[in-house]
């Protein structure tokens, strides 16, 4: 969670002596690191709710004429923003140092919502990738989310189910536990090396490793298409779509590093020094809240980027503007009370239209 501590070190022992008896001489401001998190929550939070609400309200104008591509956007805009609707939890919790009083309940809800949320904007994300592949190289192949078809609620639908089947398997080891102060933590009662290896292991394959391989060998095709296709548009913003690549890693690796150390420290105790392993759970929280600014990142990559996108959402906030008599500015230039019409009917051809050249290209 935001700053859940699931260190079992203290079950370690080597010749009979607990680990934390041997000499660890690095000094750590943790004060700083309290203070920094709580910044960076409450800037994610702000600015990730602002983008995700709007990404949100402009797509969802236009669900049912969407493509796959446009399908995939809104379920990971709207993951983002139930990831972001959790940080205020979080922020508290980073400010009383891990004390959680928020209860039982939304110990175990925030949690739940967090990770399955987490799964399933990396699926979609992996899933969008593909589309883009199949829609620009691959034209004659079906989609994977056809919009007249049963096939594509059954796919999303299966999605959902394993991202919140993959969250169970963490979150009903979660708990309210009252030490000095009640804090929200991952601790079962039994097997916790056992327990804490296989989640971390289907963590890392399942929101990193699988997604990512899709990601970065889709982008590698679509740019290499892109290049060599003589009527796609937008040639000089092909380094854009190994963005979409490099921005899904930076946010992801370096937890997914500290998660994978940390497991390695807990099936040998020694193979990390002391040092190593304070810098190590130190840096848990730190990367835990980077890895959050994907938040932020998709909705700037995947839709205010696009051209098509800014064209709806323009067309959507002309609606809320008075129209009599008074002159309204369009895409294209000024338009009068008779010219409000044709901005409606240019919304709705743009919104039945294809957007995955646009969205390969420009987004």
């Known amino acids: 969670m935001g700053d859940i501590d ?6 370690n022992f080597f010749n009979n002596t607990p680990w934390f008896l041997y000499d660890c001489n690095i000094n750590l401001d943790k004060e700083y690191r309290r203070i920094a998190l709580f910044l960076l929550y409450l800037l994610l939070f702000m600015v990730g709710l602002a983008e995700n609400s709007v990404v949100v309200w402009v797509n969802w104008r236009r669900r049912h004429s969407a493509n796959g591509v446009l399908f995939c ?9 139930m990831v972001v609707l959790t940080m205020p939890f979080f922020m508290l919790e980073v400010t009383m140092d891990k004390v959680w009083v928020w209860g039982r309940f939304l110990c175990k809800v925030t949690h739940l919502i967090y990770v399955v949320n987490i799964y399933i904007s990396s699926f979609f994300l992996a899933f969008m990738t593909l589309e883009r592949y199949l829609s620009l190289a691959r034209p004659s192949f079906p989609s994977c989310f056809p919009v007249a078809k049963r096939r594509r609620w059954l796919l999303c639908a299966g999605i959902w189910l394993l991202s919140l089947f993959l969250a169970l398997l963490e979150n009903v080891h979660v708990d309210l536990l009252e030490w000095d102060e009640p804090g929200c933590y991952l601790m079962p009662e039994n097997n916790y090396m056992e327990w804490y290896v296989s989640i971390s292991f289907l963590n890392i394959i399942f929101q990193f490793l699988g997604p990512t391989s899709v990601i970065v060998t889709c982008n590698v095709l679509i ?8 009527d796609v548009e937008g040639r000089r913003d092909v380094w854009l779509v190994h963005v979409y690549s490099v921005v899904f890693i930076l946010c992801w690796l370096p937890y997914h590093m500290v998660i994978f150390l940390m497991m390695v420290d807990d099936l040998d105790p020694h193979a990390l020094s002391c040092n190593t392993v304070e810098v190590l759970y130190f840096s848990y929280s730190v990367v835990l809240c980077l890895s959050l600014f ?5 909705p700037i990559l995947y839709n205010f980027l696009s051209k098509s996108f800014r ?3 323009f067309n959507a906030m002309v ?9 309204v ?5 000024n338009a009068s009370n008779t010219g409000g019409r044709v901005t409606v009917k ?9 957007t995955s050249n646009s969205e390969v290209a420009a987004s």
Not at 6 to 11: A, E, R, V, Y
Not at 329 to 333: F, N, S, T
């Open 294 to 298: 994907h938040c932020v990142a998709n």
């Open 73 to 81: 956007i809104i379920n990971v805009s709207l993951s983002d923003l």
């Open 6 to 11: 699931i260190h079992n070190s203290s079950f």
């Open 223 to 230: 740019a290499r298409a892109v290049r060599s296709a003589p």
């Open 319 to 327: 609606r809320y503007v008075p129209m009599d008599g008074a002159e």
């Open 311 to 313: 064209t709806n959402l």
């Open 346 to 354: 240019k919304e709705r051809r743009l919104s039945n239209a294809s």
């Open 329 to 333: 500015p369009g895409p294209q230039g």
